[in-house]
């Protein structure tokens, strides 16, 4: 379905996409990050944070952390320190890359199980469908930090896997 250069290609287009709206992001005040834009998260600030969640969530399933809602707690205030963000943000990018530059095709394949926030409920999915949510989950919320920051007046780089350096 996938291949690990798949993976590789989607974690580099995923670090710059997040650089290039950070960046975008860094000529607004902090009020302006956190207004509400009328997104399905209200602001850009929370849909950030939200990103980074699901981020750590995913790949911590992928990497076979069952309970990761354990350790990696949803929250669209925290952190709220821009800067802190930024710091957390890159870490998280080079996590998602380190991940993908270590993958070999069998590490696709097969199934993946996690419990639900519920703690009771075990799912199971192919592994290979995961590593594409991780990806397109990215996508889908970077489109709507991407429409909040050119509403707001920043200028994000185009968004076209194409332009991929």
């Not at 925290?78 to 993908?100: G, Q, T």
């Not at 394949?109 to 949510?133: H, V």
Request: proline share 4%; glycine share 6%.
């Amino acid at each position: 379905m996938i291949s690990p250069e798949y993976c590789r290609l989607m974690s580099r287009y995923n670090s710059w996409q997040n650089k290039s709206l950070v960046t975008a992001a860094d000529d607004l005040t902090d009020q302006e990050r956190w207004k509400d834009r009328g997104a399905f998260f209200r602001s850009i600030a929370a849909t950030f944070n939200h990103l980074y969640w699901a981020d750590g969530l995913i790949l911590a399933r992928l990497k076979g952390n069952e309970r990761p809602h354990e350790t990696i707690k949803h929250s669209l205030t925290s952190p709220s320190n821009w800067h802190d963000f930024k710091a957390l943000r890159a870490n998280r990018n080079d996590e998602i890359e380190d991940w993908s530059l270590n993958l070999r095709g069998a590490d696709l394949g097969g199934a993946i199980s996690w419990y639900a926030a519920d703690g009771y409920t075990r799912i199971e999915k192919p592994k290979s469908l995961c590593a594409m949510q991780l990806f397109n989950h990215q996508t889908h919320h970077r489109g709507q930090i991407h429409a909040m920051l050119t509403a707001a007046g920043a200028k994000p780089d185009p968004t076209d896997l194409d332009l991929l350096a």
